[in-house]
Every structure is written in structure tokens, then in C-alpha cells.
């Protein structure tokens, strides 16, 4: 069985502040995929990213950037100088064998003036 | 294109009844699917298709019954519907089965009296 965990139910923070939205893992298999999405209070799930388990290499979108560990099964999420429009829901998510795709439980994060 | 539609965007119904929650996407992608959202819980597979005249069972499968005739169109049917079914409901599609991007669908809003 694969699991998600989001420890984090609920962040806030101050505009400007850097934030790190964290997401653990539990699999068996070898090759899977780990996944964030953004899901704003207007309800729709927006992608944010996709990264195999055969790629540990950080990455960087804009003020975005993703860490994935192995040795720690954790595939953080930084969000650096937040702004209000990152408030939202942001749920971790894998997919391993068996066609199955895991979601976390999603942390909410609420960015302020 | 429209991307994933769903229709109704509100429902509301009686313990007992019946009815279709309408899912369609007109990017020609194989893997379509079924989730819902409960507060707490993230989003848990409900089912999912891997093409045109195959289904399977996910997380939660009670209850729903799919079926996919076509590429485009995937419903969920609710057969009896009960109290415990009120959540907000989530169609999905993607080009490469659950390990890939998931394009979601703007959300039902379900609540069963």
C-alpha cells in the first residue's frame, strides 16, 4: 500500500515570508511518481509539478522550488517572498504501481498583508 | 478546448435517490477518473478507466458505478445515494494513466439529504 502524509494541516504566514509545505511518502515500488497540486479557493486543482522516482535532482520554478530526498521518502515544496495569491490548498500526491495515484491530506496555506 | 467539463457544478438529493454526474474531455486522453473530496481526507480514487470499454475500482468504489463507452465521456453513477456520499466530486483525465499530469475537472458539489 502507498501513503502520503501532510503533516502540516494548516500554515500561515506573513507576505514576503518563505514557506515549506512538506510531504512524506510510504512505497514499495521502485518506480513511482510524486506529484504537487494547488487547489485555490475557487476550487479547481491546478498541476504544479511531477517528478519520478529516479530523479533526485532539486528544481526551481519562479519562486517555486521542489526538494525530493529519497533517504527521507519527503518531497518538500518552498515557496519563497509568498504573496496572497498563494494562499490556497496544496496536496501532495504518488503514484507507484498498480494505477493507483495517493493523495495527501492537503495543507492549507493562508499568506496575509 | 474545453479541457474536462462536468456537469452539474451543485446537486442536491434525497437518501435513496439516484442520478449521473456527467464527466467529458475532448483531449483524446485514455486515462480518465473519479475522485472525492472530503474535508480532512484529500481526494480518494473513487474508479477509473484506462480506455474505452475498461473500468476498474479505486480507494472508495461503494456505492458508484461508471462505465466508459467512449474516450470522451466517463459518468459516475450514484445508485442509492446516502448521506455519507455528500462531498464534492472530481473528474480527471490524463495522456499517460494515473502517473501522469492529472487534468481535473472544475468540481460537483454533491449533498445528499
Known amino acids: 500500500a502507498q501513503k502520503v502524509t501532510q503533516a502540516q494541516t494548516e500554515i500561515s504566514v506573513v507576505e514576503k515570508e518563505d514557506v515549506t509545505l512538506d510531504c512524506v511518502y510510504e512505497?514499495?515500488?521502485?518506480?513511482?511518481?510524486l506529484f504537487w497540486y494547488k487547489q485555490p479557493p475557487s476550487g479547481e486543482l491546478v498541476f504544479l509539478i511531477r517528478?519520478?522516482?529516479?530523479?533526485?535532482q532539486n528544481e526551481i520554478s519562479g519562486r517555486y522550488s521542489w526538494n525530493f530526498q529519497k533517504s527521507t521518502s519527503s518531497f518538500n515544496f518552498t515557496i519563497t517572498a509568498s504573496q496572497v495569491v498563494d494562499s490556497a490548498v496544496y496536496f501532495c500526491?504518488?503514484?507507484?504501481?498498480?494505477?493507483?495515484?495517493?493523495f495527501g491530506t492537503g495543507t492549507q496555506l493562508k499568506v496575509e498583508l | 478546448n474545453a479541457g474536462v467539463t462536468q456537469t452539474p457544478k451543485f446537486q442536491v438529493l434525497k437518501t435513496g435517490q439516484s442520478m449521473t454526474l456527467q464527466c467529458a474531455q475532448d483531449?483524446?486522453?485514455?486515462?480518465m477518473s473519479w475522485y472525492r473530496q472530503d474535508p480532512g481526507m484529500g481526494l480518494r480514487l473513487i474508479h477509473y478507466?484506462?480506455?474505452?470499454?475498461?473500468?476498474d475500482q479505486g480507494e472508495v468504489p461503494n456505492g458508484y458505478n461508471v462505465s466508459r463507452s467512449t474516450t470522451e465521456d466517463f459518468p459516475l453513477r450514484l445508485l442509492s445515494a446516502a448521506p455519507s456520499q455528500t462531498s464534492v466530486y472530481f473528474c480527471?483525465?490524463?495522456?499517460?494513466?494515473?502517473?501522469?499530469?492529472?487534468?481535473f475537472g472544475p468540481g460537483t458539489r454533491l449533498t445528499v439529504t
Open positions: 478507466s484506462v480506455g474505452a470499454g475498461i473500468t
Open positions: 517528478r519520478n522516482s529516479f530523479d533526485e
Open positions: 483531449m483524446n486522453h485514455e486515462y
Open positions: 500526491a504518488l503514484s507507484g504501481g498498480g494505477n493507483k495515484l495517493t
Open positions: 512505497t514499495r515500488d521502485t518506480t513511482y511518481y
Open positions: 480527471a483525465s490524463s495522456r499517460v494513466s494515473l502517473s501522469g499530469e492529472q487534468y
